[in-house]
């Protein structure tokens, strides 16, 4: 097990102590009743806890939101006693980010400790201030020795099963802040627009499934009110706020941030939409993401305003957080016998082998929010990811894959590996040349994990072209299986600093880990 900087239990419970504060006034209302309207008399308050993101080794971004105007202050401190603090003056929020704001903050020690709060003051008069929110979080280590450990998963909120409080809402949460990881990867559909909450709904087994319900959860997300409404949902639960006070995260999407199965220029045929143009919704569904979300590359004055970064956790890890949605081709029977556009985009396939090139981190996680030999249908003809099912030489959006892995080859790029989630089960696919239509590439593997709190369905079927083998797979027999009649899943990567072996565990909840496998360092194949 890799050795890195625990926070004392005791400590912990200090450090948060005042973020559970100030959330505890955010009490989960009534099933079936509205999110609470929050009152502005009085001082400003921050009751939708706080968020880390994009955390580096001396570097990261804090997020918070108010309930009115304010001025985001933020102080940083190696002690949870906040001597010697340092004061970080952040930007005023209001209504035109949805009383949401970001401050970053730089030149901080590696491998530590950082304990922070975040204080909104009145911007009429800066001494009238709310309650801090407490949180704390781990820089990335400086040298090698320290290792790292992180979490991955995705798919929240979806098919119908929201909040509970009958089993105590997301437990999946309080679970893995207890693993004390360093950081926490989602690998996209952090919200279902598209997925209606309703207030209970009736299992196979005749129990009822009870949610927290929410205006903006009541119908398919299409004004920017109604996006920001989705984002806010999760961040009802409290065991979400704990875990975001505790838990740095890197933040992808996928395509429920905005609709299911969507690609650019696409125009709906769905009649619960009375905007039509899925680019409207995307560009609403991205203002609201950039609110509610630390990203470091969406922040404006980041002036880019993408999805896709690398972020760089120390000697041993760099993730390469891919964006498979807002570049890619329509989806189609995937049959072109030539695509240069695919699932990534040109330009954004031209970065990625760039970036992996001048990588000098042991490990190189691409961070994907699609599986790549995983067959995923739209409808009866069309694939909505990498794969569409034909064995044979690579065709469609397999093209831009296969010259992806071709160069990763032929550049001789070490440490690769492929974690996703999307598709509600969790498994292991190995991918070798040996097996596969398409031979000119190195092995490799692909781990899938999910959902946290969605419907879990069958595994899909497996494409050839690249050979994969799936090595352990845990899935229902029956689609949209509830949060109450399975574990949801989770995965944790352990890279321990001395032998620089990278450990995957594929976890359920409740503690059991369902398959591991350790791989080796610089070694091709594995």
């Known amino acids: 097990m890799s050795y890195r900087p625990r926070i004392p239990s005791l400590d912990r419970r200090g450090v948060l102590r005042g973020s559970l504060a100030a959330s505890a006034a955010l009490t989960l209302p009534v099933v079936g009743a509205a999110a609470p309207a929050f009152a502005l008399s009085g001082r400003p308050r921050a009751a939708w806890g706080v968020q880390v993101g994009d955390v580096t080794s001396s570097s990261a971004l804090v997020w918070v939101r108010s309930d009115r105007p304010a001025r985001m202050v933020v102080e940083t401190s190696a002690t949870e006693s906040f001597r010697r603090a340092r004061t970080w003056h952040g930007p005023l929020v209001s209504s035109g980010t949805d009383y949401t704001g970001t401050t970053p903050l730089y030149g901080l020690p590696p491998g530590e400790q950082v304990h922070y709060r975040v204080t909104l003051a009145d911007p009429e008069d800066p001494r009238r201030t709310g309650e801090p929110v407490y949180g704390t ?78 205006e903006e959860k009541a119908k398919v997300a299409e004004t920017l009110a109604e996006y920001r409404g989705n984002f806010r949902y999760n961040l009802l639960d409290e065991n979400v706020r704990r875990f975001n006070a505790q838990v740095p995260s890197i933040v992808q999407w996928d ?67 891919l964006d498979m949605r807002s570049f890619r081709n329509a989806n189609s029977p995937g049959r072109q016998p030539d695509d240069t556009t695919g699932i990534l985009g040109a330009e954004q396939l031209g970065w990625l082998k760039h970036e992996l090139s001048r990588s000098r981190a042991v490990w190189k996680v691409i961070a994907a929010d699609m599986p790549l030999g995983l067959v995923v249908t739209d409808g009866a003809t069309d694939f909505e990811a990498v794969a569409q099912g034909d064995p044979g030489a690579p065709l469609g959006r397999e093209l831009q894959i296969a010259e992806l892995l071709r160069y990763i080859k032929h550049r001789k790029i070490t440490g690769t590996v492929w974690l ?38 069958p595994a899909n079927a497996l494409d050839a072209t ?17 949060p109450m009649e399975t574990p949801q899943y989770f995965g944790e990567v352990d890279i321990d600093g001395h032998s620089g072996e990278l450990t995957v565990r594929l976890r359920a909840q409740g503690g059991s880990v369902l398959f591991s496998k350790v791989l080796h360092p610089g070694r091709v194949g594995q």
Not at 187 to 211: C, F, K, M, T
Not at 466 to 478: I, M, N, S, Y
Request: proline share 6%.
């Open 255 to 321: 395509d429920h941030e905005v609709r299911n199965n969507w690609y650019p220029g696409q125009i709906l045929d769905d009649s619960r939409y009375t905007e039509k143009n899925v680019d409207v919704l995307a560009a609403r569904s991205t203002r609201a993401f950039r609110e509610y979300f630390p990203v470091s590359t969406l922040r404006a004055s980041a002036g880019e305003g993408r999805m896709h970064r690398v972020v760089r956790h120390g000697p041993l890890l760099d993730v390469f957080v």
């Open 466 to 482: 690249f050979g994969p083998d799936r090595v352990f797979v845990r899935a229902p027999d029956r689609a949209n299986v509830s």
């Open 137 to 214: 979080f781990r820089t990335a280590p400086a040298r090698r020795r320290d290792g790292v450990r992180f979490l991955w998963s995705g798919d929240i909120a979806g098919q119908g099963w929201g909040i509970n409080p009958d089993i105590g809402g997301y437990v999946v949460y309080d679970e893995m802040r207890r693993l004390d990881p360093d950081f926490f990867l989602c690998s996209g559909d952090n919200i279902y627009a598209d997925g209606v909450i309703e207030p209970s709904v009736n299992l196979p087994d005749g129990r009822v499934w009870r949610n927290i319900t929410t």
């Open 420 to 457: 996703t989630a999307d598709v509600h089960y969790t498994s292991a696919q190995h991918y070798d040349p040996e097996r596969a239509a398409f031979k000119d590439f190195a092995p490799f593997w692909e781990f899938v994990s999910g959902p946290l709190a969605a419907g879990q369905f």
